[in-house]
T-cell receptor, first 112, second 114 residues
Framework: KQEVTQIPAALSVPEGENLVLNCSFT??????LQWFRQDPGKGLTSLLL?????REQTSGRLNASLDKSSGRSTLYIAASQPGDSATYLC???????????FGGGTRLMVKP | DAGITQSPRHKVTETGTPVTLRCHQT?????MYWYRQDPGHGLRLIHY???????DKGEVSDGYSVSRSKTEDFLLTLESATSSQTSVYFC?????????????FGPGTRLLVL
């Protein structure tokens, strides 16, 4: 059974800092790994999707990497802003293609 | 934003009563999913659908049933609600599975079972 772990569970940083969120998974037989953002009381918003054949994806100040063989992904946020404060979730889609398994999330607070 | 709505957005019910949550999409996407989100457990898949009248179980399907009679609607029914089903329920949609496309999530339904 796939298990996804995110470290740290919570993170507080001053504005402008570059930061890294970590995600690990136990079964490397995946189709893709996805990063989502969730604001309090809201649904999830997709940030980046890395297919299993890819190593990284970038969108603006966000860069996500994938090392499938070691079961790890990182989400790099450059020049953090207070508006980046949210919970960040990673999820892997298994090779059956029908199920996302989520990590527990990292709750990020960026202080002005 | 993907056109996904969930109803109701909030519901309080009593143990033993049936409850139906509705997910409606305007994107004509083939795949629809129901998740629950709980502290300490993250999001877990309850059931999903890969077409009209085609559904399958997810990780935590006990006590839940689903139906999809139209492409746009996916219903989640708690046959006899229990306090352990107090949770936030999210619907998601996707045009495809198997690698290239993400899932788009609805705003969620907060359910309290007393």
């Amino acid at each position: 059974k796939q298990e996804v772990t995110q470290i740290p569970a919570a993170l507080s940083v001053p504005e402008g800092e570059n930061l890294v969120l970590n995600c690990s998974f136990t079964d490397s037989a995946i189709y893709n790994l996805q990063w989502f953002r969730q604001d309090p009381g809201k649904g999830l918003t997709s940030l980046l999707l890395i297919q299993s054949s890819q190593r990284e994806q970038t969108s603006g100040r966000l860069n996500a990497s994938l090392d499938k063989s070691s079961g790890r992904s990182t989400l790099y946020i450059a020049a953090s802003q207070p508006g980046d404060s949210a919970t960040y979730l990673c999820a892997v889609e298994d090779n059956a293609g029908n199920m996302l398994t989520f990590g527990g999330g990292t709750r990020l607070m960026v202080k002005p | 934003d993907a056109g996904i709505t969930q109803s109701p957005r909030h519901k309080v019910t009593e143990t033993g009563t049936p409850v139906t949550l509705r997910c409606h999409q305007t994107e004509n996407h083939r795949y629809m999913y129901w998740y629950r989100q709980d502290p300490g457990h993250g999001l877990r898949l309850i059931h999903y659908s890969y077409g009209v009248k085609d559904t399958d179980k997810g990780e935590v399907s006990d006590g839940y049933s689903v139906s999809r009679s139209k492409t746009e609607d996916f219903l989640l029914t708690l046959e006899s609600a229990t306090s352990s089903q107090t949770s936030v329920y999210f619907c998601a949609i996707s045009g495809s599975s198997g690698g290239a496309e993400t899932q788009y999530f609805g705003p969620g339904t907060r359910l309290l079972v007393l």
